[in-house]
């Protein structure tokens, strides 16, 4: 069915121009004859009928499911599940633990021991001494690559986040710590991705070190 056509079925108050998308009204939603607006049962406003093209659809803005259709980047959504884990322990402002984790493919647990060990507190940041000191107690070495990552266009965390996905990687290479203002974000070798909330977003690099694992030998 077309726009045009899903327009006249529709109350001439119920429409209109522009929207998020479902291609035809939700179970249980109706025509208030006294607010004069579709409603759901409770009584939440639906939202506005929208024209997309030649699809109708219905959208609101107070439906979860219609705000968060997109699909989050993959490295967001890893990022969720290691912030569930900090959850159940109470933890809170811990990107330096997810980053150490994610760049050296180790445990949240670990990570969390390991910055724990070089000072930080709980809810607490860390300097970026102290997180590359809890990166080289994992047995791992840092390689600041900040410039070469730059040069090749790398300045947000997501052109850094792409070019190190096409970037070659030495075999001892497990991940990359990438710092923004205040902020640092792992990227995992082995899943091809950053794993944080900045994932293929904006946000300005300042820094990157490679991390390799260290030679037992």
Not at 164 to 188: E, I, K, M, P
Request: charged share 25%.
């Amino acid at each position: 069915m077309n726009a045009t056509k899903l327009k006249k079925q529709l109350r001439p108050a119920d429409y209109r121009p522009g929207a998020v998308v479902i291609t035809q009204r939700p179970a249980g939603v109706v025509w208030n004859t006294k607010t004069k607006r579709t409603e759901y049962a409770d009584g939440r406003p639906v939202g506005r009928v929208r024209a997309n093209r030649s699809t109708a659809v219905v959208s609101s803005s107070t439906d979860p499911a219609a705000r968060d259709a997109k699909p989050k980047p993959l490295g967001f959504q890893l990022w969720t599940v290691l912030r569930s884990r900090a959850t159940e322990i109470g933890e809170r402002n811990d990107c330096s633990v997810i980053a150490a984790a994610a760049a050296c493919s180790v445990s949240y647990e670990r990570a969390h021991d390991a910055c724990r060990k070089m000072g930080r507190s709980t809810g607490r940041g860390m300097l970026t001494r102290d997180i590359a000191r809890a990166v080289e107690s994992l047995g791992f070495d840092l390689l600041d690559v900040t410039a070469q990552i730059r040069r090749a266009g790398g300045r947000t965390v997501r052109t850094a986040g792409r070019l190190l996905q096409t970037a070659g990687h030495g075999t001892d290479t497990t991940g990359y710590l990438v710092f923004t203002r205040g902020h640092v974000a792992g990227y995992n070798v082995s899943i091809g991705h950053i794993i944080d909330w900045t994932a293929d977003r904006q946000h300005r690099v300042v820094g990157v070190y490679r991390v390799n694992r260290r030679d037992s030998s």
